[in-house]
C-alpha cells in the first residue's frame, strides 16, 4: 500500500472523527500523521510496527492504525465510524471547500445527506442562511461539484447549451461556413449529453486541427470522415464530414438513435435520397416530417403512418408559470418581485406562488398563520397588479403515509396545491408508489410535484410503478408536473405521451427559487417537446380565464 493511500484513509479518519465531535487532541494528532506518512521518503509499509512507533509524528496508538490497516485492509475506528456516516456524507467530505464542521451543518441542520441533495440546495440557495456559510462559499461548493459531475464525461443539456451554441457559431465563423450543424443527443434535446456531434460539408483540410484548436477543442482521434475532440471541461466533440449531396441523409442519420434511422432505413429501401432534404427524405418514406426531438425509435413511426405527430409545444406558447418560491419560504425574491418580474420581462399573465408547506422545516415552511398573511398579500398583490393574477397555491409535503401536512380546512383555502415528496426517499417500489397514490386521490391535490425526485446525474428517483401512478392522476384529474428545473426534469419525457393518452394534463412548472429560475421554463418546454406535449396538453399554455375554470371546477 502506497504512502499516500494510507495518508488519505488516515485523513479521512480524523475527518470523521471531527464529524463525530470527538475528542480534538486525538483529531489532531491523526491529522498530523497523515500530513508526516504522506511526506515520508520511503514507504512505510516496508516497516516493522515497532519501527513505526518510532517515526516522528506517528507514535504507538496511530502506528498500530497504521499497522492493522496494512494488515487487514482496514481500521476498526475507520469502520465504526463509517457505519454510522451516511455514504452521501462521506463523498461530502471530499468535495473542495467542505472541511467536516461545514459538513456537520449540512447534515445535522439542513438535513442533507448526499451530494446530489446538496448541488440542488446550492441552486435553491438554501445555504447562504445556514451558519459558516454565504453566497460565494455556496458558489464554490456549487462548482466543485459540477466539476465533480463533469469527471463522469457526462453533462446536463442545459450546462452544454451555451458552450455549444457558442462553439458552433466560432467554427462557422473560423471555417467561413454556414454548414455546420449539431447533430446527436443534443438535437434531439436529450436531458443529458455524452458527446456533442457536429456535421459539416466543409472538407477535411490540414487548417481544422489548428481552427478546432482556437475554438477551445483539442483534436484526438481522426479518421477519413471525423475528427474526436475534447474540451478542457471533458466535453467530448465528434466533428463528422461528409458530402453536400447527402447531407439530408446524414443529418438524419447523426441525429436520430439507431432504432430510429434503421426503422425509416427500412422504409428507403432502393430509394435515392442523394440531393434530398430531410423533409423531402421523409416524404419519400411516405410518412410525415418526424421533428428531431422525437426520433427515439419509440412510438414515432406509428404516430406518423396515423397522422397523429403532435403540433409540438414551443416556448411562446406558455401564458403563466405556476410551482414556484418566495421569500415566504426559501426563494430568494419577494412575492412581489417574482409576479412583476413575470409580468414585465416575461409577458406572462399569471403566477402560481406555492412556498413550502409546514413540513418543510429546512425551507422554513409555512404554518397556517403565515399561510394566512401570505394569501392577504397576495390579494392585496392582485389588485395593484391586476390584469396580472397571482394563484395561491402551496406545495405540501407528501407525507410518509400518504397524506398532506395540512387540514382540509387549511387546504381549503388554496386556489391549488402541488403535492410533493421531500422527505424519506428511500422506499420500495410499492410503498413510493402507494405513497404517491394516496397523495393524488386527496381531494385536493391540483398537481403532483417532480413525481420521482430524481436529481439527474446524482440521484435516482424513488421507484414509481409510472403507470399506476399516471393512471390514478387520470382517475382523479389530477394533473402532472414537468419540473423544467435542469436538475429535475421530471416527469421523465418518456411518460409523458402515456400520461397524454390517458387524457392527463401536464404543466411546465420551474419550480423557481429566485426570478432568473423562471428561465428554466426553456428547459422544460426543450423535454415536453421531447415528450411529445402540445400546448393542447399543457396546463400553463392556457390562458388565465382557463386556468381559473380548472381551478375551480369539483374535484
Not at 220 to 241: H, M, P, Q, S
Not at 253 to 274: F, P, S, W, Y
Amino acid at each position: 500500500m502506497e504512502n499516500k493511500t494510507i495518508a488519505r484513509t488516515l485523513r479521512l479518519l480524523s475527518q470523521l472523527m471531527e464529524l463525530h465531535d470527538e475528542n480534538p487532541f486525538k483529531i489532531k494528532s491523526i491529522a498530523n500523521a497523515a500530513f508526516k506518512v504522506d511526506k515520508l521518503p520511503y514507504p512505510i509499509s516496508a516497516k516493522s510496527l515497532a519501527e513505526m512507533e518510532l517515526i516522528d509524528g506517528l507514535g504507538k496508538s496511530t502506528a498500530s492504525k497504521v499497522w492493522a490497516l496494512l494488515e487487514t485492509n482496514s481500521i476498526p475506528e475507520l469502520s465504526e465510524l463509517l457505519a454510522q456516516t451516511p455514504p452521501g456524507i462521506v463523498e461530502m467530505i471530499r468535495i473542495k471547500g467542505l472541511g467536516p464542521k461545514k459538513v456537520v451543518v449540512i447534515w445535522k441542520d439542513l438535513e442533507i445527506d448526499n451530494v446530489g441533495e446538496l448541488y440542488y440546495a446550492c441552486n435553491e440557495n438554501r445555504l447562504i442562511e445556514a451558519k459558516g456559510f454565504g453566497l460565494k462559499t455556496q458558489e464554490e461548493i456549487k462548482k466543485a461539484i459540477e466539476f465533480t459531475m463533469a469527471s463522469s464525461g457526462r453533462f446536463l443539456y442545459a450546462r452544454v447549451e451555451h458552450f455549444a451554441e457558442v462553439m458552433l457559431q466560432n467554427l462557422k465563423n473560423e471555417l467561413n461556413t454556414d454548414q455546420l450543424f449539431l447533430t446527436g443527443q443534443y438535437r434531439r434535446r436529450c436531458e443529458i449529453i455524452d458527446s456533442l456531434d457536429i456535421l459539416t460539408t466543409h472538407p477535411i483540410t490540414d487548417e481544422i486541427v489548428v481552427i478546432l484548436e482556437k475554438a477551445g477543442l483539442t483534436a484526438g482521434l481522426v479518421t477519413d470522415n471525423t475528427i474526436a475532440c475534447e474540451t478542457e471541461f471533458g466535453i467530448k466533440v465528434n466533428l463528422i464530414f461528409c458530402n453536400t449531396d447527402v447531407l439530408g441523409w446524414q443529418m438524419i442519420l447523426h441525429t436520430g438513435n439507431k432504432e430510429h434511422t434503421d426503422e425509416l432505413a427500412l422504409k428507403l429501401v432502393n430509394t435515392d435520397v442523394g440531393g434530398k432534404s430531410e423533409q423531402e427524405i421523409y416524404a419519400l418514406a411516405e410518412i410525415p416530417f418526424i421533428e428531431p426531438e422525437l426520433r427515439e425509435g419509440l412510438n414515432e413511426f406509428a404516430l406518423a403512418a396515423a397522422n397523429k405527430l403532435p403540433d409540438l409545444i414551443s416556448y411562446s406558447d406558455l401564458k403563466g408559470t405556476l410551482h414556484n418560491h418566495s421569500t415566504w419560504s426559501d426563494g430568494v425574491h419577494t412575492l412581489e418581485e417574482m409576479a412583476v418580474f413575470c409580468r414585465n420581462e416575461l409577458k406572462l399573465t399569471y403566477l402560481g406562488i406555492c412556498d413550502h408547506s409546514r413540513s418543510a422545516f429546512y425551507a422554513n415552511g409555512l404554518n397556517e398563520i403565515r399561510v394566512a398573511a401570505q394569501q392577504r398579500e397576495i390579494d392585496e398583490l392582485n389588485i395593484k397588479l391586476a390584469p396580472f393574477h397571482i394563484f395561491k397555491g402551496i406545495e405540501s409535503d407528501i407525507l410518509y403515509d400518504g397524506s398532506l401536512d395540512y387540514s382540509d380546512d387549511v387546504l381549503s383555502t388554496f386556489d391549488f396545491v402541488v403535492a410533493s415528496v421531500h422527505s424519506i426517499l428511500k422506499m420500495s417500489e410499492e410503498k413510493a408508489t402507494g405513497r404517491i397514490i394516496k397523495a393524488v386521490e386527496n381531494p385536493f391535490t391540483t398537481i403532483l410535484g417532480h413525481p420521482t425526485g430524481r436529481l439527474l446525474l446524482s440521484r435516482s428517483g424513488y421507484p414509481i410503478d409510472h403507470r399506476k401512478v399516471i393512471d390514478a392522476c387520470a382517475a382523479n384529474n389530477v394533473i402532472i408536473e414537468i419540473n423544467a428545473n435542469p436538475l429535475r426534469l421530471d416527469l421523465d419525457w418518456r411518460w409523458q405521451q402515456y400520461a397524454i393518452e390517458k387524457g392527463v394534463l401536464l404543466s411546465i412548472n420551474p419550480d423557481a427559487h429566485r426570478k432568473e429560475g423562471f428561465y428554466d421554463m426553456h428547459y422544460g418546454t426543450l423535454i415536453a417537446r421531447k415528450g411529445g406535449v402540445s400546448k393542447l396538453t399543457c396546463l400553463n399554455a392556457m390562458d388565465l380565464e382557463q386556468v381559473k375554470t380548472l381551478f375551480n371546477r369539483p374535484a
